[in-house]
């Protein structure tokens, strides 16, 4: 018998918990009900919604039945009939707590919170194979982009090598339109909030910590090993000024955040894993450079698929719950029927790379001393630290004694380039080191 000869009114209902009833949880709830029907074949059983947990039962929620909600989230999520539990309320400490007793009483959890998977993905994903029930997250990543499906199922048989693009969708929104409309830092990140893009406390966003626990999720999947967030390295945008954004759109280039997770071999031959968030410029030419608003998009270069790019909505209440209601329908029909999802496969085990290994490009702009030899002395600067330069341009001053300089680097080490940098800081031919930011595509 195949799901869809079965009845769905002859098998058990499943039973759902929504732990928080924000911005996802909101939209989680409201399409659940509205396709209930939909869900039931789909699954193979009905599904029903038994209880949601909030912390505030004063505020109005239009469409939910008041009999529903709860503050006690912990006896929510391990209730006689509730079988899988959506944790959509953020935060790390609280959460973990509350996903492992519902999985450890024996409940499929599905998560879009990639801060709690980031930080303790071993740890949940050993508790739900000890329970034997699933643990999805595939909202951590990227929203409604099926990024974890992607890389737990479809690229299985394929070799990762590299993993990068635009996964925080309120760093996109911000830079975006600083760079379209001109408008403010400030201006963009209250609309980014207004919009239910912004993380609750959109630090998390705008350091890149959002972003970071996405790549560190991505890298794990992608190559087999556990890359956890404190592993990656971690800039955010916060110190890109409208200058930074004006110089990079003259020069030809688009300034976004990205998350970089690569396998990198290092001159012993040793594989290592290397995940980072930086803000980063991208030749106008690329693809990623026109990925605009709330947008993400992913690029992955396997082996044997080569480059594949994967975009769409990054953030949000709809698009989220898409995500959240494919793993939901998942842990349902893996209730009724029986079966677990792909769970973790960390066998690969490579370490992470020290970060000052990792090859990398970057685009300086410092204003210097326009005197005869300046130029020929950086240059001389830069070769001792082993690393080449690709383009040198020079722009006119108003104060004829100054010169603008801008490099690009070939690919160096980032800690020759790092240590050049410094160098640089501290020349008197050097007046101001302007910016310094990473170039990839
Ligand atoms: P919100 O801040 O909008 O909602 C959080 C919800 O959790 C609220 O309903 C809040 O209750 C509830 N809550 C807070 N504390 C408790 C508690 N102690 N007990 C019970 N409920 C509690 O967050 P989002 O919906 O934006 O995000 C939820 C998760 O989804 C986060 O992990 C986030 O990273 C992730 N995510 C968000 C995306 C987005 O675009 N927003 C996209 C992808 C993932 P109350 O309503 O009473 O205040
Ligand atoms: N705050 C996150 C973002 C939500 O802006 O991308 C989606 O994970």
Redesign the pocket.
């Known amino acids: 018998m195949t799901v869809t000869d079965l009845n769905p009114n002859d098998t058990k209902t499943v039973g759902v918990a929504i ?7 909101t939209s989680v709830a409201q399409l659940l009900q509205e396709n209930a029907d939909e869900f039931a074949h789909r699954i193979g059983g009905p599904v029903e919604i038994k209880g949601i ?5 004063s ?1 109005t929620r239009e469409g939910i039945d008041s009999n529903l909600l709860t ?1 006690d ?1 912990r006896a929510l999520c391990t209730r006689d009939d509730v079988d899988v539990v959506v944790e ?4 790390i400490d ?2 973990r707590e509350l996903v492992l007793s519902a999985l450890k009483a024996g409940k499929s959890v599905v ?6 998977v980031a930080a303790h993905a071993d740890e949940l994903a050993e508790a739900a194979d000890e329970a034997g029930v699933d643990l999805y997250f595939e ?2 990543v990227a ?1 409604a982009i099926p990024v974890v499906g992607m890389l737990r199922r479809s690229l299985a048989g394929d070799q990762i090598q590299r993993i990068s693009g635009i996964v925080n ?1 309120t760093t996109n929104f911000i830079l975006d339109a600083m760079t379209s409309t001109g408008a403010s830092y400030e201006d963009a990140l209250a609309e980014a909030t207004r919009l ?2 912004a ?2 406390d959109p630090t998390a966003d705008v350091e890149g910590h ?1 972003a970071a626990s996405k790549a560190a999720i991505m890298a794990s999947l992608g190559f087999h090993s556990r890359v956890k967030f404190d592993d990656v390295h971690c800039e955010g945008i916060t110190n890109i000024t409208a200058d930074d954004i004006a110089a990079a759109s003259k020069a030809g280039y688009t300034i976004k955040l990205l998350a970089i997770c690569e396998r990198i071999t290092d001159s012993e031959g040793k594989t290592a894993v290397s995940a980072r968030v930086h803000p980063t410029l991208i030749p106008n030419s690329h693809p990623l450079s026109s990925v605009s608003e709330s947008y993400n998009a992913i690029y992955v270069d396997a082996e044997a698929a080569g480059s594949l790019m994967f975009y769409g909505n990054g ?3 709809a ?2 719950a898409s995500a959240v209601l494919g793993d939901l329908v998942g842990a349902a029909r893996n209730k009724v029927h029986g079966g677990l999802a792909p769970g973790e496969n960390t066998y690969a085990n490579y370490p992470v790379a020290d970060f000052g290994e990792v090859p990398t490009r970057y685009h300086i702009d410092m204003t210097v001393n326009d005197r005869t030899g300046v130029l020929a002395d950086l240059a001389a600067r830069f070769s001792a630290h082993g690393i080449s330069l690709r383009t040198v341009r020079q722009e006119e001053q108003e104060r004829h004694e100054n010169a603008r300089l801008i490099l690009v680097t070939h690919q160096a080490r980032e800690a020759d380039l790092q240590a050049i940098v410094d160098e640089l800081s501290g020349l008197d031919d050097v007046r101001e080191v302007n910016s310094v930011i990473r170039l990839d595509g």
């Open positions: 732990l928080g009833m924000g911005t996802v949880g947990a909030v912390s505030d039962l505020k503050d989230a959509v309320i953020g935060g609280y959460p998560t879009a919170n990639k801060a709690l909202a951590a929203a969708g239910g893009y993380e609750a959002d953030a949000g209440g698009p989220t």
